[in-house]
């Protein structure tokens, strides 16, 4: 059985903004592309690896927020990755929090306004 989720989308205004964000964030690189009229940003992706990818999305349905879903990234080190968030212009919504044997979550908010979670193990 496959994990249930295979794909994301994160909503954006202004997709170059919101690359060079995540580019520094996390290190990405993102192909740009349009498919059906909608400008996208696609992450990084390995078939052959576990879990999903997606892209950073600009179209007339997609609508940033900081409401509904919440995308988790894996991360090295939480504290580097919040001031790396916060150099660029984003804030923290939900500082570093324990949550026990399952290591530490944060969550912020990128330059488009969407909240994105964070855990580190």
């Given at each position: ?5 295979g ?18 964030v ?22 052959q ?63 488009e ?9």
């Open positions: 059985m496959k994990n249930p989720v794909y994301f989308e994160i909503p954006v205004n202004d997709l170059d903004r919101a690359t060079r964000f995540y580019e520094v996390f290190g990405y690189q993102f192909e740009r592309t349009i498919i059906d009229g909608i400008e996208m940003g696609l992450f990084p992706s390995n078939h690896a576990q879990g999903i990818t997606g892209a950073l999305v600009k179209g007339d349905t997609y609508v940033p927020g900081k409401e509904g879903s919440r995308l988790y990234f894996s991360t090295g080190n939480i504290d580097e990755t919040l001031d790396k968030v916060l150099s660029l212009g984003g804030s923290v919504l939900y500082p570093k929090t324990s949550i026990g044997k399952l290591g530490w979550v944060a969550e912020f908010e990128d330059v306004g969407n909240c994105i979670a964070l855990h580190c193990e």
